[in-house]
């Protein structure tokens, strides 16, 4: 059974699923910071208000290594569909290399042409043009995630496509019905307001961070704190509801496309209606029994067909050879949905803070805002976990089996490749977690610098790179 | 339709070569500041080598990755042959090009600390490791990939031969050289003067790496051979050894004269003659010696939409490309980042 195949794909799925799943938290980042500083620099231009100034200086730092890291780490993903999966790539790369591509012209090059400018050069090009790119920036960073959503959407819900007999490949048919496949517009949707969501996370760790340090130290926290840590609480407020309808929204279409996927995510086996939901569970694939269930009655008919006698899918509706391995996603799927329903409660006790003018002062919220950081990422990679592995045992859902799908690689070679990227990714992206931590723990201090909006970026660009300043141009040399 | 389905790989083909030669000069000079670091030790002047390409260096690795998605997109029979073919040349550049990358900021971030010496390292070390394995994959791509039914039937280290190793390290001269001759342009004093100084050199040792590729390459593969040699198709050919030479004494004499653009213009020359070159090599072959450009291509209605799109991003995109290294033109010296 284990032959030197069998090992070769599994390691090439789980190095697909450790540099993806690395990249993607970049990318996330990447899609709330650009919005977030969009809004920043939008506000400082329209109110003239410093804080916000600084508020903008203070994470464009954090974007510009979190933008790198997605670079880099996003390079080796339109490589690794080549190496780890040649025949999936020859089959059904007229689809997916297409997208592919009108990613990388309509979102990559805007992101990075304006993303010079946007770091380094806001004394060259004026304040309007300044915002402008930064807009480009952030436009991209949402275009970049349509592309990919509606190519990953395929993978899950093919449509619009022709298979030719002999050479086996997915012809196009029909491009709008390929782009705006069932489940794309839920998945971007679900996808983004991820993004937007693990980033008020992560801001409002950070306010809450410093926060917490002022009043060890008997000082009052300065006003950019409070503004970011009271933008990051609104965010949380009125995107994590939205999110969970969202996320309803895309269960349903999953029974509706991919019911074998939804009956491995509630360890469901028999179909049925009156269906309970499993709060826990260890579904055993051998036994096709989910042990040590612990449910609550008529609930599962109810969330997944709004109705209590609702017909759930199991997963006896499906050959075994069909079934994804529900005790992975039972259990990521589970996760997430707990992060989701903390960061709402969050949101709502924020609201009750706000209301009793303590959202600045209560150590016991900073203290849970911090431990929260990571809840955005971690419930957006267990999504990701639920969704992919969910696919299985295809990569074009139903049509290509993964198995068919990999490199004629051989298994030493696979090794090697797993060995490079575990090391460097570890400490690659290691350090950068380090220093973007180190920097993040830095106060953003008021008015730092000269209020002349002409001198501020100067500082920053000097900061950032002490040379970048042009000596044909240079005001401030 | 016919017709136009037979001349849509040939377009294809055409924008293919653009953007890999894009990509190498553009790239190439980044990736060749890096290597110039080993020559360079004063932290100064290497931040003044970082700083005329901190701006740019994202865009033009996003090169690389355009021509990757419109090989995997419009050639997937070359992507799932090549890729699985420089399965490791690919990886370790993939990783070598992860280093390169965070260094530009993460030297800078750890400024002060011990750590700022090893990303000055991975930035060096990246840069040259990424630009030979690319020159290896070059090599292997000339040399030829072992096919069987349309799918990669080689062995991991078919790419490790001393050909592929002869023009690993001729990129690496290369990207040296467009490096040097950048800096030269763009800075001034020391810096400047040593660049020229390294330009020379590196120019010598491309030139002479230019030579025994070229020699050695007709020898590889029949087809080859009588691409540069028969009548009348050496017509076609026999300008490119000739402006080689001349841009070469051009180029010399600029780096002497002190013309600060020239030299990289030369440079610039010299990459898209070797290019040129390959291409009419290689032509019509995808993955030489046995799959073509239409052996490999994705259907015409997939190369037709993406045609469309690349018809109409591509000009777009090289308007703000060339907008945003206006923005960051003329010479940056030493003494602006220290006021």
Redesign the interface.
């Known amino acids: 059974m284990h032959n030197a195949h069998d090992i070769a794909l599994l390691l090439a799925r789980f190095q697909f699923a450790f540099t993806v799943g690395v990249h993607i938290v970049f990318p996330a980042f990447s899609i709330g910071l650009a919005a977030y500083l969009a809004v920043l620099e939008g506000l400082w231009l329209t109110t003239g208000r410093q804080v916000f100034l600084d508020l903008y200086r203070y994470w464009i730092k954090a974007f510009?290594?979190v933008?790198?890291?997605g670079?880099?780490?996003?390079?080796?993903m339109?490589?690794e569909?080549?190496?780890n999966w040649?025949?999936f790539?020859?089959?059904a790369?007229?689809?997916?290399?297409?997208?592919?591509?009108?990613?990388?012209?309509?979102a990559?090059?805007?992101e990075?042409?304006?993303?010079?400018?946007m770091?380094?050069?806001m004394n060259?090009?004026g304040r309007g043009l300044h915002f402008a790119a930064t807009c480009c920036v952030s436009i991209g960073t949402l275009i970049s995630t349509t592309w990919i959503l509606a190519s990953n959407s395929w993978m899950q819900t093919p449509r619009g496509y022709r298979i030719?007999p002999t050479s086996g490949?997915f012809?196009?048919?029909d491009?709008l019905a390929i782009i705006f496949n069932p489940s794309f517009p839920y998945r971007l949707v679900h996808m983004t307001l991820a993004a937007f969501l693990s980033v008020a996370f992560a801001v409002g760790a950070t306010g809450a961070w410093h926060m917490l340090k002022s009043r060890r130290e008997g000082k009052i926290s300065s006003e950019p704190v409070r503004v970011m840590f009271s933008m990051a609480m609104w965010m949380a407020t009125i995107v994590a509801p939205i999110q969970i309808l969202a996320g309803d929204a895309h269960g349903l279409n999953t029974l509706k496309y991919q019911p074998a996927k939804l009956a491995a995510m509630e360890g469901d086996w028999t179909s049925e209606g009156h269906a309970p939901e499993l709060l826990f569970g260890i579904p055993n694939m051998k036994t096709e029994h989910t042990d040590y269930a612990v449910g609550i009655p008529l609930v599962g008919s109810l969330i997944l067909t709004h109705s209590l006698d609702g017909k759930v899918p199991g997963m006896k509706d499906f050959p075994r050879d069909q079934r994804p391995p529900s005790q992975i996603i039972f259990f990521s799927f589970r996760i997430m949905v707990a992060l989701g329903m903390l960061m709402l409660l969050v949101g709502l006790w924020s609201l009750w803070h706000r209301r009793n003018n303590t959202l600045f002062t209560s150590p016991l919220f900073h203290r849970v805002a911090l431990a929260m950081a990571p809840a955005g990422f971690l419930a957006l990679l267990c999504g990701w976990v639920t969704t992919e592995v969910g696919r299985q045992p295809w990569t074009v859902y139903g049509l290509l089996r993964t198995a068919d799908s990999v490199?004629?690689?051989?298994l030493?070679?696979m090794v090697?490749?797993m060995t490079?990227?575990v090391i460097?990714y570890i400490f690659?992206f290691g350090?950068?977690l380090g220093?973007l931590v180190r920097?993040l723990g830095h106060e953003p201090k008021e008015g730092e610098s000269n209020p002349d909006p002409a001198q501020a970026p100067e500082i920053l660009a000097?900061r950032?790179?002490?040379?970048?300043?042009?000596?044909?141009?240079?005001k401030?040399? | 339709m016919m017709d136009f389905a037979h001349w849509l790989p040939i377009i294809w083909g055409v924008i293919l070569i653009a953007a890999i030669s894009i990509y190498v000069v553009l790239d190439g000079f980044d990736l060749g500041i890096g290597m110039l670091f080993a020559l360079e030790r004063d932290r100064t002047r290497r931040d003044v080598m970082v700083s005329t390409i901190a701006p740019v260096w994202d865009g033009n690795e996003t090169w690389m990755v355009l021509g990757g998605a419109v090989l995997y997109g419009v050639f997937p029979g070359a992507y799932a042959t090549l890729l699985p073919a420089f399965y490791l040349p690919i990886i370790v550049m993939l990783a070598s090009l992860i280093f390169r990358g965070v260094a530009f900021e993460f030297r800078v971030m750890t400024r002060g600390t011990v750590r700022e010496r090893h990303w000055d390292f991975g930035f060096m070390a990246g840069s040259a490791l990424a630009a030979f394995c690319q020159g290896t994959i070059l090599g292997g791509v000339i040399q030829g990939v072992s096919v069987t039914d349309g799918a990669f039937s080689g062995s991991a280290f078919d790419w490790m031969t001393p050909f592929g190793i002869l023009c690993g390290l001729s990129v690496m001269c290369g990207y040296a050289l467009l490096g040097a001759t950048w800096l030269v342009w763009r800075t001034t004093g020391q810096l400047e003067a040593a660049c020229r100084h390294w330009a020379a050199r590196l120019a010598v040792g491309l030139f002479a790496g230019i030579v025994a590729v070229s020699l050695w390459t007709p020898f590889l593969h029949e087809p080859y051979l009588h691409r540069w040699t028969d009548w009348p198709d050496i017509l076609l050919v026999a300008p490119v050894p000739l402006l080689l030479v001349a841009l070469g004494a051009l180029m010399a004499s600029a780096l002497r004269k002190g013309h600060s653009r020239v030299p990289f213009l030369c440079a610039l020359g010299w990459f898209f003659l070797c290019l040129t070159g390959l291409g009419i090599t290689i032509w019509p072959y995808a993955v030489p010696p046995s799959l073509t450009l239409w052996d490999v291509s994705s259907p015409p209605s997939s190369q037709f939409f993406q045609l469309v799109g690349t018809a109409i991003m591509l000009p777009i995109i090289l308007t703000y490309t060339i907008y945003s290294y206006r923005v960051f033109r003329g010479k940056v010296s030493e003494t602006d980042g220290y006021h």
């Open positions: 510009s290594i933008f790198g890291m670079v880099v780490s996003g390079l080796v339109a490589y569909f080549g190496t040649s025949i790539s020859k089959k790369g007229p689809i997916t290399g297409v997208l592919l591509s009108y990613e990388v012209m309509t990559f090059f805007l990075a042409g304006f993303l010079g400018v770091l380094f050069g060259k090009v030719d490949q012809l196009p048919d491009w490199s004629p690689v051989v030493s070679s090697v490749s490079i990227f460097v690659v350090s950068g220093i920097m000097i950032t790179h002490p040379a970048v300043v042009n000596a044909s141009t240079g401030g040399a």
